[in-house]
């Protein structure tokens, strides 16, 4: 369960220290992939706590909901349409209800032991 935390923060950390700059015409792209691959990160999380973890699904998700969030922001935008923001709204709901669970867990692993 720590590898992907450990993974997350070490993440993090060289995100904050390279001088890596994204352009703003990409900037749509990533932000809708960061929150894909934290969706996953959490459901991954959560899987492992629920103990059905399977890296197979894991990996295999993680990149094709990436790939598909990119590229339905870039559809959107050929066709002038905000499509990122359906990609936006679904992973962010996926988001906030994968921590919320993981937040259950914990505190019910605590509460009874």
């Not at 923060?9 to 900037?27: K, Q």
């Not at 934290?38 to 890296?55: C, K, P, T, W």
């Not at 994968?98 to 867990?105: E, L, T, W």
């Amino acid at each position: 369960m720590w590898l992907p935390i450990f993974g997350l923060i070490l993440g993090l950390v060289i995100g904050f220290i390279s001088p890596f700059s994204i352009p703003v015409e990409y900037a749509k792209y990533f932000s809708v992939a960061i929150l894909v691959a934290l969706d996953s990160v959490m459901g991954g999380i959560r899987a492992y706590q629920e103990e059905h973890f399977d890296s197979t699904i894991f990996l295999s998700g993680f990149f094709v909901n990436i790939i598909m969030a990119s590229l339905l922001a870039f559809i959107g935008d050929r066709v002038g349409v905000d499509l990122y923001l359906a990609a936006i709204v679904a992973f962010g709901t996926r988001l906030f209800q994968n921590i919320s669970i993981i937040r259950r867990h914990i505190i019910n692993k605590h509460n009874k032991g």
